[in-house]
Nanobody, 128 residues
Framework: EVQLVESGGKLVQAGDSLRLSCTRS????????VGWFRQAPGKGRQGLAC??????EYSDSIRGRFTMSANDGRNTVFLQMNRLTPEDTATYYC???????????????????????WGQGTQVTVSS
């Protein structure tokens, strides 16, 4: 069973940086695609950055500001967020699934519908 735990969310000021973590309990992310998503109040869940056998995919909305990475043990993935704005305020989630469920050809589709395992979310609030 895949269990995901996000951490690192907090209240920050506009312009600050923040790093979120997502850890898989009892195992690593080998053989899994992993993604970062966020959901702002009243909005749908938005895919931000995903990784699979095909490499990384980033949403245009955060490209150049957010970077996804993993630790050496590959049991924790990170989302480094720079130059935060109030529009980045949301609950941030990580998700995982088998690559075959999220790949379209050689490209990972970073959308909520492709991922079946989700963490509980971590709140990021950016004040102006």
């Amino acid at each position: 069973e895949v269990q995901l735990v996000e951490s690192g969310g907090k209240l920050v000021q506009a312009g600050d940086s923040l790093r979120l973590s997502c850890t898989r309990s009892h195992d690593n992310f080998d053989d899994y695609a992993v993604g970062w998503f966020r959901q702002a109040p009243g909005k749908g869940r938005q895919g931000l950055a995903c990784f699979s056998t095909s490499g990384f995919e980033y949403s245009d909305s955060i490209r150049g500001r957010f970077t996804m990475s993993a630790n050496d043990g590959r049991n924790t993935v990170f989302l480094q967020m720079n130059r935060l704005t109030p529009e980045d305020t949301a609950t941030y989630y990580c998700a995982a699934d088998r690559p075959r469920n999220v790949l379209s050809g050689l490209v990972v589709v970073c959308q909520e519908s492709g991922f079946s395992v989700w963490g509980q979310g971590t709140q990021v609030t950016v004040s102006s």
